[in-house]
């Protein structure tokens, strides 16, 4: 089973910040297959990114991603404050979905 | 208008047979290349993955829980339905169903507001 470990755990950032979170896999993972979601308190996650780079609907652009390989990151170019939140990365393989651990972006 | 929506019990005692529902709304469970999973997440922590039904009715399970679930689907009624045996207090969750759409590959782009089940006698 793929792993997928994110860091850092916590970015304390402030609005306008740019925001850069990775996601590192255990072994190489399609990029097709990699996706990004973002978790407020309360709420079900919402997708972000899909296929490592591809925005979902009604994403901003604000939010980006990229990567290849093993190694994947998500950047938030100027954290607006509805940003806040966790976010996660997750692949898919074998019929199997893993995801990180999360990512907590917070207001510093 | 696509929604998921789950619905079960809100307690259930250890060793007790956990089943929820998913109730599909917006698309048809008919419809190829899209798929169903059940997720679920633990007070303050991550999300994991734990079954998944493709259009073509195969199935996935999340290997370390696989002797544990089950996943199936009333189309005419729109509904897939997760069971889970053997309930533990570690099982304590929300719990959610999310749809793959083929425009998102294989990643989940619409998602129920999720249901928490707590295990506890």
């Known amino acids: 089973e793929i792993v997928l470990t994110q860091s850092p755990g916590t970015l304390s950032l402030s609005p306008g910040e740019r925001a850069t979170l990775s996601c590192r896999a255990s072994?190489?993972?399609?990029?097709?297959?990699l996706a990004w979601y973002q978790q407020k308190p309360g709420q079900a996650p919402r997708l972000l990114i899909y296929?490592?780079?591809s925005r979902a609907t009604g994403i901003p652009d604000r939010f980006s991603g990229s990567g290849s390989g093993a190694d994947f990151t998500l950047t938030i170019s100027r954290l607006e404050p509805e940003d806040f939140a966790v976010y996660y990365c997750?692949?898919?393989?074998?019929?199997?979905?893993?995801f990180g651990q999360g990512t907590k972006v917070e207001i510093k | 208008q696509v929604t998921l929506k789950e619905s079960g019990p809100v307690l259930v005692k250890p060793t007790e047979t956990l089943t929820l529902t998913c109730s599909v709304s917006?698309?048809?469970?008919?419809?190829?290349?899209?798929?169903v999973s059940w997720i679920r997440q633990p007070p303050g922590k991550a999300l994991e993955w734990l079954a998944h039904l493709f259009s073509n009715d195969e199935k996935a399970y999340s290997s370390s829980l696989e002797s544990r679930l089950t996943i199936s689907k009333d189309a005419s009624k729109s509904q897939v339905v997760l069971t889970m045996t053997n309930m533990d207090p570690v099982d304590t969750a929300t719990y959610y169903c999310t749809r793959s759409h083929p425009r998102a590959g294989v990643a989940f782009d619409i998602w129920g507001q999720g249901t928490m089940v707590t295990v506890s006698s």
């Open positions: 917006g698309f048809s469970l008919n419809n190829p290349r899209m798929g």
């Open positions: 997750q692949q898919f393989e074998d019929s199997s979905w893993t």
């Open positions: 072994q190489s993972v399609s990029s097709i297959y």
């Open positions: 296929g490592a780079s």
